[in-house]
């Protein structure tokens, strides 16, 4: 069974950080980029970051560039998304998702709140 559960949501301070873990199972690992989403209530769901470990590139979107660093962990099968210098508008549901080459996504998380107050 595929399965990526997402992890490392919580409640933070404006300026705080939190890493957010994608536990992936089910499949060949090395085979998939992971990507990071976010969606926030009453917005569409915005990609945030994706690593294709298989072409060695990892990107971003404008609004966490510098703030935000993807890394994977190929023996845990995990990915990471370590958040720094979080803002108000960082608060949304983040999802982790596999697929191909950051463009096409086969399987996705249920997704890990993080909110961050001002």
């Known amino acids: 069974e595929v399965q990526l559960v997402e992890s490392g949501g919580g409640l933070v301070q404006t300026g705080g950080s939190l890493r957010l873990s994608c536990a992936a199972s089910g499949f060949t690992f090395d085979d998939y980029a992971i990507g990071w989403f976010r969606q926030a209530p009453g917005k569409e769901r915005e990609g945030v970051s994706c690593i294709d470990r298989r072409h060695m590139r990892a990107g971003y979107a404008d609004s966490v560039k510098g703030r935000f660093t993807v890394s994977s962990d190929t023996a845990k099968n995990t990915v990471y998304l370590q958040m720094n210098s979080l803002k108000p508008e960082d608060t949304a549901v983040y999802y982790c998702?596999?697929?191909?080459?950051?463009?096409?996504?086969?399987?996705w998380g249920r997704g890990t709140q993080v909110t961050v107050s001002s």
């Open positions: 998702a596999a697929g191909q080459g950051c463009l096409y996504y086969d399987y």
